[in-house]
C-alpha cells in the first residue's frame, strides 16, 4: 500500500463546468519527493490546496497510511505547507515565525508544548534550515533567501506526515532559486519527508524530483523519473515541456520499401535503424510524428548519412554550447523552426551544414492521438 493515495481525486468549481482536476490517481511511498509540473492553470495548485485542506473535493478521496483525510480540517490532516509568497507575519521576529504553528498543535498525549519544548524544537528546525543565527531578526532584516528558510522552517517545526510546496521559489533571483533548491533537497533527506513540490520550472522538477508528474488541462500526461520522462517521452506534450531546448518535431510519411522502413517527408528521407523500429511496420503508408531532441543530431557528418542541409539563420551562444536555428519551409506555407543543441565550434549564422540524426535517436507518435508509438 502506498503512504498517501490519490484515488479518482476530481475538483470543479461548478457543478456544470470543466474539471480543473479530472479523475486523477498517484501512489506516493513514503520519503518520496514528487514534483506536480505543468503549465499555469493545469491544476497542479489545485491539488495540493485539496491534500492540505484548503479546497474541497468534489470527487475521489486522499488517503493517507490507509485512512482518508478527505473529512479532516487542515489542523488534523498532518501536513504543512510554503506558499509561493513567503507568508512570514512581519511584526513576529524569525523565532515567533517558526514557534506560531505549535501554539495550535498539541502532542500525541494531547497536552500542549511548554515554552522549553518550543524553544528546543524552533533551534532544531532553524538548525537544519541555516537560519538559527538570525532568530531575533524581523522579516524586514531578512533577505528573500531568508524569509524562504524561515518559511521552511515554521513547516519542519511541526514535523508534518506530508510537506507541501507551491512555487516556493518563483519569487527568488536565479542564483538564489539554484542554491535555495538544492537546500531544500537536503532538508528532504534530512527529515526524511514525504514531499510534494509545485512548480512549472522544468529545471526545478528534474533537479528535485523522485517522480515527476507532468499535467495538462488536469489530466496526468506522464509520470515517471526525471529520466524517464526526457528519454522515454509518452506525448507530444511531454517531449516539448521537457527539455531547453524542447524536442524538435517533423510530420512524417511512413514507407516501407524493400523490407526497409522510412520516415518521409519534403526534407528528408530518413532510414529507421532495424530491428529496433520494426514496429513501425504497422504504421506503413501512415502518417506519423517524429520528436528528435535538440542534442541528438550530427553536424557536418559523412557525405552518405546526412538528411539535408541548410544554412544556420541564427545561432544562439549558451557558454558550454551553442544553439543552432533553422527555419524549414515545406514549400506551402508551413515553416518548422528547428533547435539543434552543439558543442562550441566555428559556426557562424548563415554557414550551410549537413544535418543528420545520431543512429536510433527517435521518438514516433501517433498523429491522430500524439501519444507515443511502442513496439
Not at 117 to 136: F, M, P, R, S
Not at 220 to 228: A, C, H, S, W
Not at 306 to 322: A, C, M, N, V
Not at 344 to 364: A, N, P, Q
Request: aromatic share 8%; glycine share 8%.
Amino acid at each position: 500500500m502506498a503512504y498517501l493515495e490519490l484515488k479518482d481525486l476530481q475538483k470543479k468549481y461548478h457543478p456544470k463546468g470543466s474539471a480543473i482536476v479530472n479523475n486523477l490517481n498517484l501512489d506516493i511511498e513514503k520519503g518520496e519527493f514528487i514534483v506536480l509540473l505543468g503549465p499555469s492553470g493545469c491544476g497542479k495548485t489545485t491539488i495540493v490546496r485539496m491534500i492540505a485542506g484548503l479546497e474541497d473535493v468534489t470527487g475521489g478521496d486522499i488517503v493517507v497510511n490507509g485512512t482518508s483525510i478527505k473529512s479532516l480540517p487542515p489542523k488534523d490532516r498532518g501536513v504543512s505547507m510554503i506558499f509561493q509568497s513567503y507568508a512570514v507575519w512581519p511584526h513576529m521576529t524569525v523565532f515567533e515565525n517558526i514557534a506560531y504553528p505549535l501554539k495550535f498543535r498539541k502532542k500525541e498525549d494531547g497536552k500542549k508544548y511548554d515554552k522549553d519544548e518550543i524553544k528546543q524544537k524552533v533551534h532544531t528546525a532553524a538548525a537544519i534550515t541555516n537560519i538559527d543565527g538570525y532568530l531575533d531578526r524581523y522579516p524586514a532584516q531578512l533577505s528573500g533567501g531568508q524569509r524562504q528558510r524561515v518559511a521552511v522552517s515554521r513547516s519542519i517545526v511541526v514535523e508534518p506526515d506530508l510537506f507541501l510546496m507551491d512555487e516556493p521559489l518563483s519569487n527568488l533571483d536565479a542564483m538564489l532559486r539554484v542554491s535555495t533548491r538544492t537546500e531544500l533537497k537536503s532538508i528532504h533527506e534530512k527529515i526524511g519527508s514525504t514531499s510534494i513540490f509545485v512548480t512549472h520550472d522544468q529545471s526545478e522538477a528534474m533537479s528535485l524530483a523522485d517522480r515527476i508528474v507532468i499535467m495538462r488541462n488536469g489530466v496526468v500526461e506522464q509520470i515517471g523519473t526525471p529520466n524517464e520522462v526526457y528519454n522515454d517521452c509518452e506525448t507530444v506534450f511531454v517531449a516539448s515541456f521537457i527539455g531547453s531546448p524542447p524536442a524538435n518535431f517533423y510530420e512524417v510519411t511512413i514507407k516501407e520499401k524493400g523490407g526497409i522502413l522510412f520516415a518521409e517527408n519534403a526534407f528528408f528521407n530518413y532510414k529507421l535503424p532495424l530491428p529496433k523500429f520494426s514496429y513501425m511496420k504497422e504504421y506503413a503508408g501512415k502518417n506519423a510524428i517524429m520528436g528528435v531532441r535538440s542534442e541528438c543530431y550530427s553536424i557536418n557528418g559523412e557525405e552518405d548519412e546526412f538528411l539535408f542541409k541548410r544554412k544556420i539563420d541564427f545561432i544562439e551562444p549558451q557558454g558550454s554550447h551553442l544553439i543552432l536555428i533553422m527555419r524549414l519551409d515545406d514549400g506551402t506555407g508551413k515553416v518548422n523552426e528547428l533547435k539543434i543543441m552543439t558543442p562550441v565550434l566555428t559556426h557562424k549564422s548563415k554557414d550551410e551544414i549537413r544535418v543528420g540524426i545520431l543512429e536510433g535517436k527517435v521518438l514516433f507518435f501517433d498523429s491522430a492521438t500524439e501519444k507515443r508509438i511502442r513496439g
